[in-house]
């Protein structure tokens, strides 16, 4: 819920950015992303993003690759 994700984070739901949380956390990069040139993070408000290369996400997050979108198929 919404007071977790600050108690972990720091931020609020809507704005969470990938790094610089309260608190170590397993960030989990979806497999879908890798496929991308470029996404867009939020930057710790739900109106401000910034441009990140998948490969830059998960070492600056140290994140783990992972199947996390449901398959709608």
């Known amino acids: 819920d919404a007071g977790e994700v600050r108690a972990a ?25 890798t496929g991308f040139d470029v996404v867009w993070a939020a930057a710790g408000t739900p109106r401000h993003v910034f441009p990140i290369s998948p490969a830059e996400l998960v070492r600056v997050t140290e994140g783990r690759v992972a199947d996390v979108a449901l398959d709608e198929a």
């Open 9 to 33: 984070t720091g931020y609020t739901i809507g704005g969470t950015p990938p790094f610089g949380h309260a608190r170590d956390l397993l960030v989990l990069v979806d497999r879908h992303l």
